[in-house]
C-alpha cells in the first residue's frame, strides 16, 4: 500500500505543477491584455499632459508625448489669458455655480426620492414613470421654454439659470439613483425609530441620511463633474467675460486670436481637469460603493 502510494505522489506533484503554470501563464496574459487596453485608453490623457510642456510648434510636429524639453511657459501664458482676468476669475465663477448647485441638488433629491420609496401616495406610479420617462428627453429641447421663462424672469447673465431648476429636484438620474438605494435599506431601524417617536423628517435625517451617504456621495461626484463640464447652459444664459466659468473661458481663449497657441489651450485643459479628478479620487471607494449598491454601476 505503501509502496503505492510512493508512486502516486510524484505523479500529483507534477500535476499539481503543471497547474499552477497555467494558472501563472493565464494570469500573465490575463494582466497583459488589461495593461495593454488601459495604455491604449489612458494614452490620450497622458499625451495631453505631455503636450502641455511642449512649444506650440514641437506640438504639431513631434507625435510623441514626451516633450524634448520642459517648459512651464504654456501655463503661464494660459493662466493670464487674453483678456483683463486670469483664470482663477473663471474657476471662481464655476464654484460659484457647482457648491450652490450640488447643495440643492442633494437636499431636493433625497427629500423627493424619500417620497417615492417610503410612502404610499395617489398617482405614486404614474409619478414615477414620467420622472423615469424624463430621463429619456434630450435636454436641447427644453431650452427654448427655459430661455424665455428665465428671460420674463430677469435671470439671463446670471447664475440663477444653471442652479435654481436643480433645486426642484430636475436632475432625476439622481432621483432615481436615491430611490434604488433607499430599496435596499431594511425598514426594521425605521420601525424602531417610529415607535420611539420620530416624525418622517427626524427618520429621514437621523436614520436613512447617514445610511444613503454612499449614494449621497455619488450624486455630489456626478453633479460636479457635469457642472463643470456643462458648456451649453453657460453659453446660453451668460453673456458677460466676468461671469464665465471654465468651460466657456477655453472656449473663448480658442477664438480669441487667429493664431490659436495650443499648447497655452492644453495646458489650462489639464489644469482644468485637476479638480474632477481629484474629486472623483477622494470620493472613490464611496462612489464606487454607492453606485453598486442601487444597481446602476458604469
Not at 49 to 58: D, I, L, R, Y
Not at 254 to 261: K, L, N, S
Request: hydrophobic share 55%; charged share 15%; net charge neutral.
Amino acid at each position: 500500500m505503501s509502496a503505492v502510494l510512493q508512486e502516486r505522489l510524484p505523479v500529483s506533484d507534477v500535476e499539481s505543477r503543471r497547474t499552477r503554470r497555467r494558472e501563472q501563464l493565464s494570469a500573465v496574459v490575463r494582466y497583459t491584455i488589461l495593461i495593454a487596453v488601459g495604455l491604449l485608453m489612458l494614452y490620450p490623457l497622458i499625451w495631453l499632459v505631455g503636450a502641455s510642456f511642449k512649444s506650440n510648434a514641437e506640438i504639431f510636429t513631434e507625435i510623441g508625448f514626451w516633450p524634448s524639453h520642459f517648459s512651464l511657459q504654456a501655463y503661464a501664458k494660459g493662466w493670464k489669458t487674453s483678456t483683463e482676468y486670469t483664470f482663477a476669475t473663471y474657476f471662481l465663477n464655476s464654484f460659484a455655480i457647482i457648491i450652490p448647485r450640488i447643495a440643492v441638488t442633494v437636499v431636493s433629491c433625497v427629500l423627493v426620492a424619500y417620497a417615492f420609496a417610503r410612502f404610499d401616495f395617489w398617482g405614486k406610479k404614474v409619478l414615477f414613470g414620467v420622472m423615469v420617462a424624463s430621463m429619456m428627453l434630450p435636454h436641447i429641447i427644453l431650452r427654448v421654454p427655459q430661455y424665455l421663462m428665465f428671460k420674463e424672469f430677469g435671470w439671463l447673465d446670471t447664475y440663477l439659470p444653471l442652479i435654481v431648476p436643480s433645486a426642484f429636484a430636475t436632475d432625476t438620474f439622481f432621483v432615481f439613483l436615491l430611490v434604488q438605494f433607499l430599496r435596499g435599506i431594511p425598514r426594521d431601524m425605521e420601525e424602531a425609530a417610529l415607535i420611539d417617536g420620530c416624525n418622517a423628517l427626524q427618520l429621514l435625517w437621523h436614520i436613512l441620511v447617514p445610511l444613503l451617504k454612499p449614494a449621497i456621495i455619488s450624486v455630489v461626484v456626478f453633479q460636479f463633474i457635469w457642472t463643470m463640464n456643462d458648456f451649453m447652459g453657460p453659453l446660453i444664459y451668460l453673456s458677460s467675460v466676468e461671469n464665465y466659468p471654465v468651460s466657456l473661458a477655453l472656449k473663448m481663449s480658442i477664438g480669441a486670436t487667429e493664431e490659436v497657441e495650443w499648447a497655452s489651450v492644453i495646458a489650462i485643459s489639464v489644469v482644468a481637469l485637476l479638480p474632477s479628478v481629484l474629486i472623483f479620487f477622494m470620493a472613490q471607494r464611496h462612489f464606487i460603493e454607492g453606485a453598486t449598491s442601487s444597481g446602476i454601476k458604469g
